[in-house]
């Protein structure tokens, strides 16, 4: 038997703010799913809750387990892993994961569908996917072997059953393939080919994504017959990256500027603020028109009072974009290596802006069945191509 929710009361709270947070009542599928699948059954005594300003605050069970079931039953993200002192797992907000369910079409079934979970986590998802599907018709994957772990104890704890893989969930489950979806809690900048390999004609694969200048919006692909995949991008979540088996590789985030010799010096009237400071539809077109390409805001005032640092993350290309405190239509930058990044950024923003400033929903992207990357964009009436700036083909 399945056990209940905390109380009536909790679960009633969630639901308001899922539906408030979605702007329409909770289809009846999903509304009974969460009912059924009490959320604090599926995260540990130890939880971090953000506090409006970067930071976290930890909410204990044993030390305050009123304020921990608060936490458990409000509509926000919850920490519940920290690696080297950065978060490395997360309950995600139950509005974004019933957003996603929704965009899967799991609120109105009309088959028996056999789905693949990529990343378990703490097992509240994968527990979703079975009150609604069937514990069968359910394989989930986690490369973490605690966090393996820990969601199949959570699932066990909550009466489900469904199939619980330690493994590296960029290559998916063979023997479970082919799968109607294929639905990742975890963000991606290509897709991996055994998610292709392992979709069923006309099955779904929808995934959140991320490139190395935004982390932000969900890809909801269609598969088809010759191996290839298609499909648009939807405007919510940001999710953290996909983690991969790789003892001692150590990757630093964000530029890390390293050459610098010989810069070329210039000027420029495109605002850094334009295509960094938190255009969320404008981030998203750079990063798919301007690979690699990532950034950083310094302002230390060592260089100038702000400067935008942009790096080149899978090669020595870098640029700066200083500000002077006094001039808003006219920036000094500089330039070095075989990519001028800047020029390729300005050429991408340019592009953006003649094509009427499409939003995040206006892109999509093609994979062909070699693996080969496609994004494009309907604008004016047509669909454009996601053409690379400068340096780029």
Known sequence: MHAPAATAVHARQLL???????????????????????????????????????GYHLCERTADPGRWLEAAYTDVSLVTQFTDGLPTSAASMPSMVLRTLQLAGLHALS???????????????????????????????????????????????????????????????????????????????????????????GGRIITPWNSAWCCYGTLALTSHHDGSATGRFHPFAAYMPMRRPHPGLVITPGPAPADHSSPVAGTSRLSPWAVAGGDLDAEFHLGLAVPGASFSWNTTGDHAPVRLEVADNTGPSWATVDYDGHRGDRFSVAQSGPRRLWDEITVAYDRWETL???????????????????????AAGRRHTVRAGPGQG
Request: hydrophobic share 40%.
């Open 16 to 54: 308001g703010q899922v539906s408030q947070f979605l702007q329409h009542p909770v289809p009846p599928a999903l509304e009974r799913a969460l009912h059924t699948v009490p959320r604090h059954l599926f995260l540990p005594d130890r939880i971090w809750r953000g506090d409006g300003q970067g």
């Open 111 to 201: 088959r028996p569908l056999r789905v693949a979970e990529m990343g378990t986590a703490t097992g509240f998802n994968a527990a979703l996917l079975c009150a609604l599907l069937g514990d069968r018709a359910v394989t989930t994957i986690e490369l973490d072997t605690a966090l393996a772990e820990l969601g199949e104890r959570n699932l066990q704890a909550a009466g489900y059953t469904p199939k619980v893989v330690r493994g590296d969930a960029a290559q998916g489950w063979q023997p479970n393939a082919p799968y109607d979806l294929i639905l990742a809690t975890f963000s991606v900048d290509r897709l991996p080919p055994a998610w292709q390999a392992q979709s069923a004609p």
């Open 356 to 378: 009427g400033r499409p939003s995040v929903d206006q892109h999509g992207m093609t994979v062909d069945a070699a693996g080969t990357h496609s994004p494009w964009v309907e």
